[in-house]
């Protein structure tokens, strides 16, 4: 009789999770369980937001592991020492777990491998479908740009096209004997990890999603029947739902990128998609480029990719312009409708993170790692890879960046891809009644109707901040790269 663990990590999913599959096939009984570990950054030590998604999360899986019969058990401590204290209570004789690749987690999961090596630990991957040494350079060398990381992509996804074939449920998981069951007690309940915060805004903030791999399938289903035919342009209208928010699905491994692209195909080559589907796949893939970037250039966590920008003047005394961007206070309509929509929903729009992001680093002059904590604590999606690579590119910093000199005009944006206003006026319900040609710039009412408006004035002029960033920029822009 052969007992083993089955530990879930980024990959919150019975459907197409490999380690799950071959554990399924080979063990006889099977301990499946979640470590809420303090030194993770993959999944627990993400913000507040993602914990409460994480909390939901866990209760869908529960659940499904439940009508199968089995169970899914909760730990709180360092994975090394939980494993090794379930080994010894449970007897098990065998582990399993799908890979993740975060620096820290990498190097985590390399020590627990040598110290369980008698358990000959299989891992696998259920995250991505390229991992991030497969998509290289002919040199052996990593991509920094993605139009040729995505070509390549493209090209050993034709050649291999098996690599999107997806793993069935497991018909049947092996439950672990009550016997062994009685014996864990370096198990917790849910509720004693205390994911959830002790005040209640989180109710809010989920009322508009549904967590767990049912849903996530449901929603892959919904986008790829509508919302993808129109994606070139509705991904950029933050009014409309054009894009697929699969993002925390995504991030929490409640779908794989492989069961998207393949309910994407259908059977079909990614050369017979639309023009709208194939930007929807590239989109996919980015996320992946995004993987690849971590895992090359670890220290791009909290570092520059661009030594440059490592000699950067930031503004001085800057925690009350930090405060009010956070807050959604800065008196740009399509900044602030933004940062209420994050607050309020644990999400934000694509385009509206890039008109944010830039508007902290180049109009505020405040370091992009603020923004970057601050996304990671109040997005539901929050995760390093894309955070960290969606921050340094808007600050022109890191791969295939948009170049520092280019500064995103939040009104301009605002005029382009909020028409109406109705994006702005849906969060920023203090100019709801602003007519279409002020909404995105208030400051130009008169001032008799500006004064019959609790809105507050802009926190910097947009044209002198844009001249101060450039000149900052100019001192760096001839220093030597490293
Ligand atoms: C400053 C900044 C911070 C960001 N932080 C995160 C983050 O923490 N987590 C996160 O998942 N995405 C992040 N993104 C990328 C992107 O904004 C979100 O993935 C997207 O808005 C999620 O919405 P969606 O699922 O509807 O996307 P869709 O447009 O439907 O795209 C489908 C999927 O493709 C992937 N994707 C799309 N765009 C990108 C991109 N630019 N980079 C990486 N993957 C992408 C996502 O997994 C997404 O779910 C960030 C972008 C910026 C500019």
Redesign the pocket.
Known sequence: MSRGILWFRQDLRLRDNPALAAASKECDELLCVFIDDPQDQTISQLGAASRVWLHHSLTALQASLRKKGSELYFAQGPSQEVLEELISQSGAQRIYWNRCYDPVTIERDKSIKTALSDLQPRTFNGLLIHEPWENLKSDGSPYRVYTPYWRAAATALGKEPDRLQTLNMPRNIPALSDVAAQALAACVSLEQLELLPCRDWHESMLKDWQVGEDAAQAQVERFLKSAVHGYDEG?NLPAEQG?????PH??FGEVSPRHILNRLLLERRLSALSESETT?AK??L??EF?YSLLFHFPQTIDEPLDPRFRKFEWAEQTDEHLRRWQRGMTGVPIVDAGMRELYATGWM??RV??IV?SYLIKNLLIPWQAGEQW?RDK?V???LA??C???Q??AGCGADAAPFFRIFNPVLQGEKFDKQGDYVRRWVPELAEVAKKYVHKPWELDAQTRSGIDYPEPLVDLKQSRERALTSFTAIKGTKTA
């Open positions: 991904r894009t697929s928010r699969l993002s995504l991030h929807f989109e996919i980015w996320r995004a729009h694509n993170r890039m992001a996304f997005l999606d929050a995760d894309s955070n690579m969606g921050w590119w808007t």
